[in-house]
């Protein structure tokens, strides 16, 4: 009975193990996946949320040209305030500098500032 507990174990694990045909997420993907949630800008955006509240602007991270991969990858493993770190089974480092592409090359999104001003409706 254990013997086939075992090779039944075996199989749905081998069964899981991913393709080498399977396409794995790129640095827009990537961000979608683990990053937009809180970073894109808007309201409801935990990482831009404080700075609406305090009236700066809110920088989107999509084609931000001044971030450096040295300090993205140093957030990211680290965590920033009330950011988690992701470990290097969670981003790779690889994974890491196609996202730090998909920020410089992309096409910001629209801003809108986080207080209107001052005769604007």
Do not use: W
Not at 10 to 19: I, N, P, Q, R
Not at 33 to 47: D, E, I, S, V
Not at 73 to 87: T, W, Y
């Amino acid at each position: 009975m254990n013997k086939l507990a075992i090779l039944s174990l075996v199989a749905m694990l081998g069964a899981c193990k991913t393709s080498p045909n399977s396409v794995k997420p790129d640095g827009a993907e990537n961000y979608a996946l683990n990053c937009a949630g809180c970073h894109n800008p808007g309201p409801g955006h935990p990482a831009t949320m404080l700075l609406d509240q305090l009236g700066r602007p809110v920088p989107a991270l999509i084609g931000r040209k001044d971030l450096e991969l040295d300090y993205l990858k140093a957030v990211v493993r680290q965590g920033l305030i009330e950011m988690p770190p992701f470990r290097p089974t969670e981003l790779s480092d690889e994974e890491i500098a196609e996202i730090y592409a998909y920020l410089k090359d992309a096409e910001p999104p629209a801003q809108t500032p986080a207080i209107p001003a001052k005769g604007a409706p």
